[in-house]
């Protein structure tokens, strides 16, 4: 399958100030978040990217932008938006801050059995299970790649540009991590995680990458393009790596 870079979007005021922004309209990146947008897009310059697709939240939508327009515009990849990639709905969490939830008796829930959790009911707020969004979170990279690989062929790269919760849940799901160690991972923001997905495994390339380094997948897609029948076997012993190949 297709190559599927996690990004998590760049920071905001709600971060800095230990909100819980959920679906709150109008959080956009702070001067911090939108210099970690644009360095996403020199870090995914040469990482041949045919699509973005994008929660439609506004932190998303300005590090989605950031992100292509690093990228030459005749090699600069489409961008959509995806519901599925919103934020978790937090119900009457919404807006609050940290320090204020963690005296809620849920609190030790979300922490040590998320599974259980669903998010108290509001009347301005939609809420879900962790597990729902989890799930809706994995129809939507699924669908993408295979729709991308579709289009693309087997070394298609593509971004999912989501919130930290969800791409946490992500990638608990690609490394068979029971929802209930999910927060055991750290997605910091602007961070690039990179999971590739088969028809037998989920292999973890890159996990919270928040480093200034170029992404360079061209060795791995070279390989996938090779041997696009491959069964997502791994590689006993481990293999001569994935970066780019040495002649």
């Known amino acids: 399958m297709a190559l599927c870079v996690?990004?998590?979007?760049?920071?905001t005021s709600a971060n800095t100030s230990g909100l819980l922004a959920g679906w709150t309209p109008g959080v956009g990146l702070d001067d911090t978040g939108a210099a970690q947008a644009r360095g996403l897009g020199d870090r995914l310059a040469g990482a041949g990217l045919v699509a973005v697709v994008t929660s439609p939240?506004?932190?998303c939508l300005e590090t989605a932008a950031g992100l292509t327009g690093g990228i030459p515009e005749g090699a600069r990849p489409r961008t959509e938006t995806d519901e599925r990639l919103g934020e978790a709905r937090y119900g009457a969490w919404t807006g609050r801050p940290?320090?204020?939830?963690?005296?809620?008796?849920?609190?030790r829930d979300v922490q040590d059995r998320p599974s259980r959790v669903t998010f108290p009911p509001h009347a301005d707020h939609e809420h879900e299970s962790i597990a729902q969004m989890q799930?809706?979170?994995?129809?939507?990279?699924?669908?993408?790649?295979?729709?991308?690989?579709?289009e693309h062929g087997p070394?298609?790269?593509w971004a999912a540009v989501s919130h930290g919760d969800v791409i946490k849940a992500v990638l608990a799901a690609s490394l068979a991590m029971p929802l209930d160690e999910f927060q055991r991972l750290v997605v910091d923001p602007a961070s690039v995680s990179v999971v590739h997905l088969t028809s037998t495994r989920s292999f973890v390339l890159r996990l919270n990458d928040t480093g200034s380094d170029p992404?360079?997948?061209?060795?791995?897609?070279?390989?996938?393009?090779?041997?696009?029948?491959?069964?997502?076997?791994?590689?006993?012993?481990?293999?001569a790596g994935t970066g780019p190949a040495r002649t």
């Open 6 to 11: 996690l990004v998590r979007h760049g920071r």
């Open 57 to 59: 939240l506004q932190r």
């Open 98 to 107: 940290l320090s204020e939830l963690a005296k809620d008796p849920l609190w």
């Open 135 to 150: 799930q809706r979170a994995l129809e939507a990279v699924h669908g993408w790649d295979a729709r991308l690989e579709a």
């Open 155 to 157: 070394a298609a790269v």
């Open 215 to 239: 992404v360079d997948l061209g060795g791995l897609t070279a390989r996938l393009a090779a041997a696009p029948t491959d069964g997502g076997d791994a590689v006993v012993g481990g293999g």
